[in-house]
């Protein structure tokens, strides 16, 4: 009797999800397939119903392989966790959502590439944003330094010119471009930051500003203070600038030795751009 039982008794199905380097692997009862992050194209969540309870559900696409997971599976609250790091734009509580009703599917598209997979989602307003927003300083810490009276006595500002006219010199500035890799992406992060010119190159830049074939290189210093670093006035950068109507490249000295310089050629994580974003965000105006 006992071995008849144990013939016919179905195995104990062993479903697990696992986080690699790049991605995670899904075991089903020995059929395995990987993912890597950045070759998903499309995470639907639902709820399966079994009979005596409901089930959370996750529907993972890439290119050939689709592959079903859910809250039963070992590992399955690492890996929600390091899901919601990777696509900040999925609601954290989108379990607790489609769990409502009972007795319904609710199927719910969390993340699909055939919507903007730059998406973000600012967490100031909740709100899911059309691509990165750049983070741009209305005027060179050098001008902001100054007083309300000094700025408006000494003081000349335009959206990409500035000049400080003090008694025994003038400081010249232009506003221009800079692009930080950010790594576990495949989008960049645009800062619109500030440089100082000597006088020739400032008036060489003025006198071509309309000019779309101009092309040529500036040296010039750093003059934003970005946050995350502390002081990052005078770093030396070349200014390159570009045919068309785009403002010029700020590219900081590479030999210079500063933790901005080391992240501009290094790159910075995805988690690490968003969270420069959301501060920018609380910060509006105060740069």
């Known amino acids: 009797m006992n071995m008849f039982w144990r013939?016919?008794?179905?195995?104990?199905?062993?479903?697990?999800?696992?986080?690699?380097?790049?991605?995670f692997v899904i075991d089903s009862n020995g059929e395995v397939t990987q993912f890597e992050w950045n070759e998903i194209n499309q995470l639907t969540g639902f709820k399966a119903d079994r009979l005596t309870i409901d089930e959370i559900c996750l529907k993972i696409k890439a290119e050939n392989k689709t592959v079903i997971a859910t809250e039963h599976f070992i590992g399955w609250r690492n890996f929600m966790t390091e899901l919601l790091n990777k696509f900040p734009e999925i609601d954290t509580y989108w379990e607790v959502t489609i769990a409502q009703p009972p007795f319904k599917r609710n199927e719910t598209t969390l993340f699909s590439k055939t919507k903007n997979k730059n998406d973000f989602k600012c967490v100031e307003c909740g709100q899911v944003h059309p691509e990165w927003p750049a983070l741009a300083f209305m005027s060179p810490a050098n001008y902001n330094f100054l007083s309300d009276q000094d700025k408006s006595a000494l003081g000349k500002l335009s959206s990409d010119f500035c000049e400080i006219h003090y008694e025994d010199q003038i400081d010249r500035f232009i506003k221009g471009t800079l692009t930080q890799k950010v790594n576990d992406t495949c989008e960049n992060l645009d800062y619109g930051l500030w440089v100082s010119l000597s006088e020739e190159n400032y008036s060489d830049y003025n006198l071509n500003f309309n000019n779309e074939n101009h092309e040529t290189k500036y040296f010039g210093w750093l003059c934003s203070n970005i946050p995350e670093y502390g002081?990052?006035?005078?770093?030396?950068c070349d200014v390159m600038t570009k045919k068309g109507d785009s403002r010029p490249e700020i590219i900081p000295h590479q030999d210079f030795d500063h933790p901005f310089v080391i992240d501009y050629y290094n790159g910075i994580t995805k988690t690490e751009a968003?969270?420069?974003i959301n501060e920018m965000i609380k910060n509006l105006g105060q740069q």
């Open 231 to 236: 002081d990052t006035l005078s770093i030396p």
């Open 274 to 276: 968003e969270k420069r």
């Open 7 to 23: 013939k016919w008794i179905k195995k104990k199905q062993i479903e697990t999800v696992d986080l690699t380097e790049n991605g």
